[in-house]
Nanobody, 118 residues
Framework: QVQLVESGGGLVQAGGSLRLSCAASGNIDSINTMGWYHQAPGKQRELVASITRGGSTNYAESVKGRFTISRDNAKNTVYLQMNSLKPEDTAVYFC????????????WGQGTQVTVSS
């Protein structure tokens, strides 16, 4: 089992910045990829960014050049630095972890609200 706890959400004006953190605990050695997803009201949950244990990253087109995902394996924490925020970035942001191995398990955090005012 893996537990994920997000923090760092809040209210910010357009153009501002926020940094989200996701701390993992439990069977952390099993984790390969970690990522951030967001879900706006009435919309599906979508990938924002992901990072593998080795540091390979993947970003949604809408956040490239504005958001940066990073990972501290020693602290079992993944971060999402969000700059130049736009009102359309407003959503609940969820942390996700996937394990490695033949059988892949997926875990989600409880989510943190990010609201960007215009």
């Amino acid at each position: 089992q893996v537990q994920l706890v997000e923090s760092g959400g809040g209210l910010v004006q357009a153009g501002g910045s926020l940094r989200l953190s996701c701390a993992a605990s439990g069977n952390i050695d099993s984790i390969n990829t970690m990522g951030w997803y967001h879900q706006a009201p009435g919309k599906q949950r979508e990938l924002v960014a992901s990072i593998t244990r080795g540091g390979s990253t993947n970003y949604a087109e809408s956040v490239k050049g504005r958001f940066t995902i990073s990972r501290d394996n020693a602290k079992n924490t993944v971060y999402l630095q969000m700059n130049s925020l736009k009102p359309e970035d407003t959503a609940v942001y969820f942390c996700k972890a996937q394990t490695r191995g033949v059988v892949v398990w997926t875990y989600w955090g409880q989510g943190t609200q990010v609201t960007v005012s215009s």
